[in-house]
């Protein structure tokens, strides 16, 4: 089981996109996806037409070590799935009182591993998890990648050594302070517009920085819609180049899993 974590520092650049179509695409490439929402927006659920509930406030909370807080009973991981969000799609979803769970484990030991900790409880369950990390640099954000082998970083196609100089520099610090930090898998373009792509220079930039050249993604009104009505593009356009963008970056994922079963 791999787990992936979706992420960037800048805020509306398509991470929740991304994170939807990988784990609906994966699924329907036959494999068994999680995909968990570590962002108080909660636009997981909100982008699959699924139930935006606190179900990782849930599973912060309710470890087994947790004995001196009465309202924090131990609750498996299962109790916070939703389940078949999709064939073969289980989602952990998130809401704005996850704050509220952050500020209850704050200051608990070890906490930054909690939820690496929780989600291998059901790790057997599944071939990937999907993990989405919002744009900041709190405790949320780095239980989640703290929770992750691999970090795709999705960026506009007008800021991609920006992006990625911002993540690296976070997971070389998060390395440093915790031990751990998830190898970076590549650094993806999505609402790339007409033609254009990632510049041959920071295509060279980030070749020499060890980053595979990752298909980009393109502006795709369809694909907006598609969000906006809890759907993908798979199910709203399958044919049109969106949908075929997104198809092809799962399969991109799909064969570097094959290649190195985890
Ligand atoms: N390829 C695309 N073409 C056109 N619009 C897109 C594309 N990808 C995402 N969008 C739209 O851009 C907006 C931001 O996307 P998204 O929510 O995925 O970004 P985000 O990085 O998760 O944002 P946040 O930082 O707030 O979590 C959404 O309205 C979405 O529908
Ligand atoms: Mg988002």
């Known amino acids: 089981m791999l787990t992936i974590a979706i992420t960037n520092l800048k805020g509306g650049v398509g991470k929740t996109t991304t994170a939807t179509h990988i784990a609906h695409g994966l699924t329907l490439r036959g494999m068994r996806v999680l995909l968990v929402d570590a962002d108080g927006q909660g636009h997981c659920a909100v982008y699959l037409g699924a ?34 969000v999709r064939p073969g799609l289980d989602l952990i979803s998130c809401d704005p009182s996850v704050t509220v769970a952050e500020s209850r484990i704050n200051g608990e030991a070890m906490r930054e591993l909690r939820l690496m900790r929780r989600l291998q409880e059901v790790a057997s369950e599944y071939d990937v998890t999907l993990i989405d990390v919002g744009p900041k640099t709190d405790l949320l954000s ?34 440093e302070e915790a031990g751990r930090a998830p190898d970076v898998l590549g650094v993806l373009a999505t609402q790339v517009d007409g033609r254009e792509r990632l510049t041959r220079t920071v295509r060279d930039q980030l070749r020499d920085a060890g980053y595979a050249d990752i298909p980009g993604i393109p502006r795709s009104v369809a694909i907006a819609r598609a969000t906006h009505a809890g759907k993908t593009i798979f199910e709203i356009e399958p044919q049109s180049p969106g949908a075929q963008a997104y198809a092809a970056l799962a399969e991109w994922i799909h064969d570097r899993m094959e290649a190195t079963p985890a």
């Not at 609750?75 to 916070?80: K, L």
């Open 142 to 175: 780095t239980l989640a990648l703290l929770a992750a082998d691999a970090a795709l970083i999705v960026t506009l196609p007008s800021t991609p050594s920006e992006s990625m100089f911002d993540m690296t520099a976070r997971l070389a610090a998060l390395h």
């Open 51 to 84: 139930e935006r509930r606190p179900d990782l406030s849930g599973v912060l909370m309710s470890t087994r070590r947790d004995t001196t807080d009465p309202q924090r009973e131990y609750q498996p991981v299962q109790a916070f799935i939703q389940r078949g």
